[in-house]
């Protein structure tokens, strides 16, 4: 049996005025959404989504026709934001547990233990990622509990927006940044003037494996293609070993950058659950 993991970042969840706006974005971004058919869907920037009852999350649920969601809820941003994530899932897996932790992080990590079809008695593990943008050392610090999860063993899928650089992505051009943004990608002063990778790294060291690389598309941005930015590949999906024999299928799906709904791609990893059993 195969299952459909998707992230996705909406750009202030699809809406215009930093998420206060209206929602032609998202209007145009449901269809979409829908035809991936995802079956664990992990998104991004969902501002405003815990407003009324959490109304827009399950809204999102109802509308993408699938079974549940859970929201993690942001700390506050400097400038007022909170850019709450959401991890949605179709009715073809069973939620066993979710939560969120703010405490270590700049935004928040959602968290989901699934139940899959036909692996009686184990479990996924899912972490939702939004990095901060704005301090590489604290991405270190955030991804650094979670190379437990590459245990022995253990069916672990980590995903998200990282904002840090994928394995094997070359190394931009920064020169066509502006100077005020580069702190919050470049290493610290006195070091090579390059992209810090210091929490991709730490993944890879504790044995999670990109699923860009097993499908060949490392090189393939997925982000960042704005005016006076430089096009990278910070939207990833991470299995742990033990899950990785199972990724049979990984895809950027461009549309929402095309058509101008999001400054992200789309990312898509296929599951063959037959590969655990």
């Known amino acids: 049996m195969k299952l459909r ?3 996705f970042n909406t750009l202030f969840g699809g809406r215009d005025d930093d998420g206060l706006g209206v929602d032609h974005r998202w209007n145009r971004q449901v269809p979409f959404l829908k035809s991936l058919e995802p079956d664990v869907l992990l998104l991004q920037e969902c501002n405003f989504w815990q ?4 109304r827009r999350l399950n809204q999102a649920v109802t509308e993408l026709s699938l079974a549940a969601g859970f929201l993690a809820e942001a700390n506050i941003t400097t400038a007022g934001h ?3 994530s959401a991890i949605l899932t179709s009715a073809r897996v069973a939620v066993l547990a979710e939560d969120c932790d703010r405490s270590r992080y700049h935004h928040a990590m959602g ?5 899959l079809p036909g692996l009686p008695g184990r479990a996924l593990e899912v972490r939702n990622l939004h990095l901060d943008p704005f301090d590489p050392r604290n991405r270190a610090r955030e991804v650094a509990p979670l ?5 022995p063993g253990r069916l672990a899928l980590v995903g998200g927006d990282v904002n840090s650089i ?6 931009p051009d920064w020169r066509v940044m502006a100077p005020h943004l580069l ?3 470049l290493r610290l002063p006195g070091e090579a003037e390059v992209g810090d990778r210091d929490a991709v790294e730490l993944l890879a060291r504790s044995g ?3 699923a860009a690389l097993t499908g060949g598309m490392a090189e393939v941005p997925t982000a960042a293609f704005g005016p006076g930015d430089v096009p990278r590949r910070q939207d990833l999906i991470l299995a742990s070993p033990a899950l990785a024999p199972a990724v049979t299928g990984y895809q950027v799906h461009r549309q929402p950058v095309d058509d101008g709904t999001s400054d992200h791609c789309a990312v898509s990893v296929d599951l063959d659950l037959t590969a655990l059993a």
């Open 111 to 115: 968290w989901m233990n699934l139940r």
């Open 82 to 84: 909170q850019f709450h």
């Open 5 to 7: 993991v998707v992230t």
């Open 166 to 171: 994928g394995q094997r992505f070359p190394e």
């Open 51 to 54: 407003l009324l009852g959490r």
């Open 208 to 210: 999670f494996v990109d």
């Open 183 to 185: 702190n919050g990608h």
């Open 147 to 151: 190379g437990v999860l590459a245990a």
